[in-house]
C-alpha cells in the first residue's frame, strides 16, 4: 500500500513539476511525429532562419491541451503535412505556458502569471492576443507573423494552409479564391 502511493506521489511530481519548468525542447510529441518533424526550439529556428532563409511555423500548444495531443497524433504524423513542413518551414514547437526567458525581434518575453498557469508573453504576441490551443502560426522570413490559426485542424485542410503559406499565395490570392482553385485541382 504505501508503496504503492509513494509511486503515484513520485509520478505525480515527475510529471506535475515539469509541466511549466520547461519551455522548448522537451517536447511530448507523439514518438512516430517526433522521429519525422525536425523540430526547432525557437531560437534554433529563428538562428537556422538567418543561415537559409524559410518560414517559421510554431505549434502553440500547452500540456494540458487535449486537442493539441490529437493535432500531433492526426495532423502532424500525417507523411504528407511531415514533408511539406521539414522542406519548407523551421517548425517549432512552443509552450504557451514556458517559463523560459525568450529574445525575439530584440525584445525579451518572460512568463506571466503566479505559481499556477499563465502565458509567455510571446505565445500571447504570437497568438495576436488571443490565447486558445492548439494555434498554429505562420512567421514570414523576416520574422513577421503572417498569421495565427486557432484551433484543431484536420490534416487535409492543415495542407491546404500550409501551402496557402508557405508558397506564398497568401500574398496575392484571397482565402476564398485559393480554396476554390486548390478544390478544382
Known amino acids: 500500500m504505501k508503496l504503492n502511493i509513494v509511486?503515484?506521489?513520485?509520478?505525480?511530481?515527475?510529471?506535475?513539476?515539469a509541466a511549466?519548468?520547461?519551455?522548448?525542447?522537451?517536447?511530448?510529441?507523439?514518438q512516430k511525429t517526433q522521429n519525422k518533424i525536425k523540430w526547432y526550439t525557437f531560437e534554433e529556428a529563428v538562428?537556422?532562419?538567418?543561415?537559409?532563409?524559410?518560414?517559421?511555423?510554431?505549434?502553440?500548444?500547452t500540456d494540458w491541451c487535449g486537442w493539441c495531443k490529437v493535432m500531433d497524433k492526426n495532423?502532424?504524423?500525417?507523411?504528407?503535412?511531415?514533408s511539406y513542413i521539414n522542406k519548407y518551414y523551421y517548425p517549432v514547437k512552443f509552450n504557451a505556458e514556458c517559463r523560459d526567458k525568450i529574445n525575439y525581434n530584440n525584445k525579451v518575453y518572460s512568463f506571466v502569471g503566479?505559481?499556477?498557469?499563465?502565458?509567455?508573453?510571446?505565445?500571447?504576441?504570437?497568438?495576436?492576443?488571443?490565447?486558445?490551443y492548439p494555434t498554429v502560426v505562420f512567421i514570414d522570413e523576416d520574422l513577421n507573423?503572417?498569421?495565427?490559426?486557432?484551433?484543431?485542424?484536420?490534416?487535409?485542410?492543415?495542407?491546404?494552409?500550409?501551402r496557402y503559406f508557405?508558397?506564398?499565395h497568401y500574398k496575392q490570392t484571397p482565402w476564398k479564391v485559393y480554396i476554390q482553385q486548390y478544390n478544382k485541382l
Open 7 to 17: 509511486f503515484w506521489i513520485l509520478l505525480s511530481l515527475l510529471t506535475g513539476s
Open 20 to 30: 511549466g519548468a520547461y519551455c522548448q525542447g522537451a517536447v511530448k510529441v507523439n
Open 47 to 61: 538562428q537556422q532562419n538567418k543561415i537559409k532563409k524559410k518560414k517559421i511555423m510554431v505549434d502553440l500548444y
Open 75 to 82: 495532423t502532424f504524423s500525417n507523411e504528407d503535412i511531415i
Open 114 to 132: 503566479g505559481k499556477g498557469r499563465g502565458y509567455n508573453e510571446l505565445a500571447l504576441l504570437l497568438s495576436g492576443g488571443r490565447l486558445s
Open 145 to 162: 507573423v503572417i498569421q495565427p490559426i486557432q484551433g484543431y485542424q484536420e490534416p487535409s485542410d492543415f495542407y491546404k494552409i500550409m
Open 166 to 168: 508557405g508558397e506564398d
